[in-house]
């Protein structure tokens, strides 16, 4: 088994890190490009008979400094959508499927599945992922992301984007 480079583990923990500071309002407010809409989203699905929160940011352009620190290269939000999705489920423990693996990201009529997965944190009843989308950021209108179990997270590109 192939195990992954520590600088790689150290900065998707602390884009986990990043991502709970955003839930609870650490996080600072975006500035620049009148970027202030709220990049995360959040739904209940069933998925394998288990019921599970899921929240998603979408790492934009303009938010991945604070959101990704220094990780780069398949991570770079200028080149693809990124979201940072977290799982969580009040039973013992999550489908051992991780739910942003088959999910599909709607862009302007078309399906996108994920171009790369990274898990960032498991534990039996939560799991953070990285999910990298083959799709550029300068989207116009509505990008979905649609999850297994019927969930749909919604985000308004130029709400997220500003003037990106």
Known sequence: MKHPNPQ??????LAAALLTALTIGLAPAQTGGGVAADLTQSTHVTYAGVDIEVEATWVTPAAEASLL????????ASTGIV????????????????LGSASVLAVEGQGVR????????????????????PVTPDQTGKIALNLPGKGVLVWNVGDCLGSY
């Open 69 to 76: 620190a220094s990780a780069a290269g398949d991570w770079s």
């Open 114 to 133: 994920p171009e790369v997965i990274g898990l960032v944190e498991t534990h039996a009843a939560s799991r953070v992922t990285l999910l990298r989308f």
């Open 83 to 98: 979201m940072l999705v977290h799982e969580s489920t009040t039973a013992a423990e999550l489908p051992s499927a991780m």
């Open 8 to 13: 790689t583990i150290r900065q998707l923990v």
